[in-house]
């Protein structure tokens, strides 16, 4: 069973920092390309950013120059590091990743985590 948990929400003031993390776990031959994407009230799940297995990156508009994707292969993990944050950034935040387990291979969500900037 392929896990993914993020780590790292929380609120934060206008123009703060957060940096999330998402971690996977269980019998994974090959993780492909990993991401954030994420949820506003009201909207429709968008991409954040993307990062593929040999490190090069993709970002919406919305958060270039903001925000830095990374992945740790050895970990199995995958950063977000997000500066100068604007209220529009509010959202419910998703870990996603392309892995090839035994027999398979899908793409996995993790549980989201909220992210909250509020004066």
């Known amino acids: 069973q392929v896990q993914l948990v993020e780590s790292g929400g929380g609120l934060v003031q206008p123009g703060g920092s957060l940096t999330l993390s998402c971690a996977a776990s269980g019998i994974i031959l090959n993780i492909y390309t990993m991401g954030w994407y994420r949820q506003a009230p009201g909207k429709q799940r968008e991409l954040v950013a993307v990062?593929?297995?040999?490190?090069?990156?993709n970002y919406a508009d919305s958060v270039k120059g903001r925000y830095t994707i990374s992945r740790d292969n050895a970990k199995k993990m995958v950063h977000l590091q997000m500066n100068s944050l604007k209220p529009e950034d509010t959202a419910v935040y998703y870990c996603?990743?392309?892995?090839?387990?035994?027999?398979?291979?899908?793409?996995?969500w993790g549980q989201g985590t909220q992210v909250t900037v509020s004066s």
């Open positions: 996603n990743a392309d892995i090839r387990t035994i027999g398979a291979r899908a793409a996995f």
């Open positions: 990062i593929i297995s040999g490190g090069s990156t």
